[in-house]
């Protein structure tokens, strides 16, 4: 099935309008399906551990009467009641053991197929969207849904076996005092759903000022190193401070409404009781004037345990009332999530059986989602050839990286084409033409894991393989230089190594999959002369026999490159080799100039 899709993501109706999700508990239960063999085995307990707290209190009336008859019956009775409790022990252990365990199941499941989605979106819904907000999803959600589908669910079943089984037995007991209850009972619950409802929207304000803070929290920690090289830490603090201030302000608000929940709820279901204690008393005297009148004081000790029991029963579902509906909103945003469709689809590629290195951009535009005002690519045309190195050159912010993103389709443009082997990119398999482009950037981002493992992320390589790619980029000496060699952990994104020797793992990490086209973002940092040298060894190597798109700083790189291509504010301004551009009189040439008085660059020995 297709679905239609706006801009985010989101399916929409014939009139282009999103359709509404409603939350729905039957997709809620949904989840818990494929543990319904574990989940129907907790229900028999449950209902073991009811059945045992359903009829404990008619044995405690009995204890009652007894004592005031026959020795021999007292005892036989609370033995009774010892083995019903010790039964309802067993059955409740089971169930909570078992309805844990179930929850623990689905969650897992949820979680990794929510990671799945999220993984596969395009790159610009991460533009969008903040780790922290993401990853809170997948933690906190999750968890809210865990307890919805399985404790949660299992209490409401509980909870409401509770209040009718001990109604029908109070009914039976004594079917007058049951209407005085049953007459005070609703008026207490529907106030408490009311004020429960109040509650949770309090709640709801707390969780989300406290998602806040984490969210700021996490950015502050992932850029711990910005943050250190700016002092920022004060500033940090204040931020992360003042999310919690307001998550505490709202925390206030909603400690004292749960505190006088609390207390009311708990003022009126002992109102209820005393009301039957004094009904029931009046028919425990009456009983005594005449046996054939009111009831013993047994049933009365009875009913009250049944009382309490409806009461708590009643304050407890008031409270799961609460977690349901944080649990739907949590559904919401899961569901809404999972079902996401990425922009850039992955769906029915085409693989070519060969591929060379010509890429082609026909009149494309392109504008980055998160800024849809700032057109970015202006209806660009350009056409490299297989086994040409071409250099892109131009001021910062230009579209330079922008058109290395288009090329491994991390953006569909909003217009035109992107061709890569005169074939449509958007026809073409992603995960099968990226296994031919390689990209090795400014600052490459390492995983936390071996250096072994990094250089073979992008496929499965033999020791043999791994070492040559790292002899190639340069890195196997100073790999061997570790104690664990190829063993040897990078610390996240790669901080236990230098800039250099990061870049040739990652060169190496390029090399490995023996791409047709590479793609390559030079260094604007300065290495040190030695670790440079190395670099562009590695760079130089891993450029022959292939196609190369470079973003270029260097003078040397555009010196040889087989064509030279002047982005300017999303725009081709010139193209042609260095000679040609330098003689040309244009653009080219200013820009060099302008490097070599600014020296920022190394346009420097022209
Ligand atoms: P260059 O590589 O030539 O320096 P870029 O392609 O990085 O230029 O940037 C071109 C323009 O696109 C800039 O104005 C930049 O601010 C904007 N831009 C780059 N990346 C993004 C992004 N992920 N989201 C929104 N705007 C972006």
């Known amino acids: 099935v297709l679905h239609r899709l706006n801009d985010d993501g989101q399916e929409i109706d014939s009139d282009g309008k999103p359709v509404k999700k409603k939350p729905s508990l039957k997709r809620l239960a949904s989840l818990a399906k494929p543990e319904f063999p574990m989940i129907s085995l907790a229900c028999l307990a449950m209902l073991g551990s009811s059945g045992s707290q359903m009829v404990a209190p008619l044995f405690f009336g009995k204890v009652v009467d007894a004592a005031?008859?026959?020795?021999?019956?007292?005892?036989?009775?609370?033995?009774?009641?010892?083995?019903?409790?010790?039964?309802?022990?067993?059955?409740s252990m089971v169930r909570s053991w078992i309805f844990t365990l179930a929850g623990q199941r689905v969650v897992a499941r949820l979680r990794k197929n929510l990671f799945?989605?999220?993984?596969?979106?395009?790159?610009?819904?991460?533009?969008?969207?903040?780790?922290?907000?993401?990853?809170?999803?997948?933690?906190?959600?999750?968890q809210v849904l865990q307890n919805a589908v399985t404790s949660n669910m299992s209490m409401l079943a509980r909870y409401l076996l509770q209040i009718i089984g001990s109604l029908v037995l109070m009914f039976v007991l004594n079917a007058s005092l049951t209407g005085v209850l049953l007459a005070v009972v609703p008026i207490v619950s529907l106030g408490a759903v009311q004020y429960g409802r109040f509650v949770k929207k309090l709640r709801q304000n707390f969780q989300d000022r406290l998602a806040d803070a984490g969210t700021t929290a996490e950015e502050s920690i992932s850029s711990i190193r910005t943050v250190r090289m700016f002092s920022g830490e004060t500033k940090s603090v204040k931020l992360y401070g003042s999310d919690i201030d307001k998550s505490y302000s709202e925390g206030k608000k909603l400690a004292a409404a749960q505190g006088a929940f609390d207390g009311t709820v708990g003022m009126l279901a002992y109102g209820a009781i005393i009301l039957v204690l004094w009904y029931g008393g009046k028919l425990v005297y009456e009983n005594s004037q005449d046996k054939t009148k009111g009831i013993t004081p047994g049933?009365?000790?009875?009913?009250?345990?049944?009382?309490?029991?409806?009461?708590?029963?009643?304050?407890?579902?008031?409270?799961?009332?609460?977690?349901?509906?944080?649990?739907?909103?949590?559904?919401?945003?899961?569901?809404?999530?999972?079902?996401?469709?990425?922009?850039?689809?992955?769906?029915?590629?085409?693989?070519?059986?060969?591929?060379?290195?010509?890429?082609?951009?026909?009149?494309?535009?392109?504008?980055?989602?998160?800024?849809?005002?700032?057109?970015?690519?202006?209806?660009?045309?350009?056409?490299?050839?297989?086994?040409?190195?071409?250099?892109?050159?131009?001021?910062?912010?230009?579209?330079?990286?922008?058109?290395v993103s288009l090329i491994e389709r991390f953006y569909d443009p909003d217009s035109g084409t992107v061709l890569l082997g005169g074939r449509e990119l958007s026809t073409l398999d992603p995960h099968w033409f990226r296994q031919k482009i390689s990209m090795v950037s400014q600052e490459p981002t390492l995983f936390a894991c071996s250096i072994k493992d990094n250089i073979a992320y992008g496929k499965v390589a033999t020791d043999q393989e791994i070492e040559e790619a790292a002899k190639q980029s340069n890195a196997h000496e100073f790999i061997m230089t570790f104690e664990n060699g190829y063993e040897t952990l990078v610390?996240?994104?790669?901080?236990?190594?230098?800039?250099?020797?990061?870049?040739?793992?990652?060169?190496?990490?390029?090399?490995?999959?023996?791409?047709?086209?590479?793609?390559?973002?030079?260094?604007?940092?300065?290495?040190?002369?030695?670790?440079?040298?190395?670099?562009?060894?590695?760079?130089?190597?891993?450029?022959?026999?292939?196609?190369?798109?470079?973003?270029?700083?260097?003078?040397?790189?555009?010196?040889?490159?087989?064509?030279?291509?002047?982005?300017?504010?999303?725009?081709?301004?010139?193209?042609?080799?260095?000679?040609?551009?330098?003689?040309?009189?244009?653009?080219?040439?200013?820009?060099?100039?302008?490097?070599?008085?600014?020296?920022?660059?190394?346009?420097?020995?022209?």
């Open 68 to 91: 005031q008859k026959d020795m021999g019956e007292l005892n036989s009775t609370v033995l009774t009641l010892l083995l019903i409790y010790i039964g309802g022990a067993i059955c």
């Open 116 to 142: 799945s989605s999220v993984i596969q979106q395009e790159v610009a819904f991460f533009d969008t969207n903040r780790t922290g907000e993401i990853c809170n999803r997948l933690s906190s959600d999750t």
């Open 491 to 606: 610390g996240e994104r790669g901080v236990r190594l230098s800039g250099g020797q990061k870049q040739r793992i990652a060169i190496a990490r390029a090399l490995i999959m023996d791409p047709v086209i590479l793609l390559l973002d030079e260094a604007t940092s300065a290495l040190d002369a030695e670790s440079e040298h190395l670099v562009q060894e590695a760079i130089d190597r891993a450029m022959k026999g292939r196609t190369v798109i470079v973003i270029a700083h260097r003078l040397s790189t555009v010196r040889n490159a087989s064509k030279v291509i002047v982005i300017e504010k999303g725009e081709i301004a010139e193209q042609g080799t260095h000679d040609e551009l330098l003689a040309h009189n244009g653009v080219y040439k200013r820009l060099v100039l302008r490097q070599l008085t600014a020296g920022g660059m190394n346009f420097d020995q022209l």
């Open 299 to 403: 049933l009365l000790t009875s009913f009250l345990l049944y009382t309490l029991q409806v009461a708590m029963a009643f304050a407890l579902l008031s409270s799961l009332y609460g977690d349901f509906m944080q649990a739907l909103g949590a559904s919401l945003r899961i569901f809404d999530l999972m079902d996401r469709k990425p922009l850039v689809s992955n769906e029915n590629g085409e693989i070519l059986p060969l591929l060379d290195g010509h890429v082609e951009f026909k009149n494309v535009f392109f504008t980055y989602p998160s800024r849809p005002e700032t057109p970015v690519i202006k209806g660009m045309n350009l056409t490299v050839n297989p086994g040409q190195v071409v250099a892109l050159v131009g001021p910062s912010g230009g579209g330079k990286s922008t058109i």
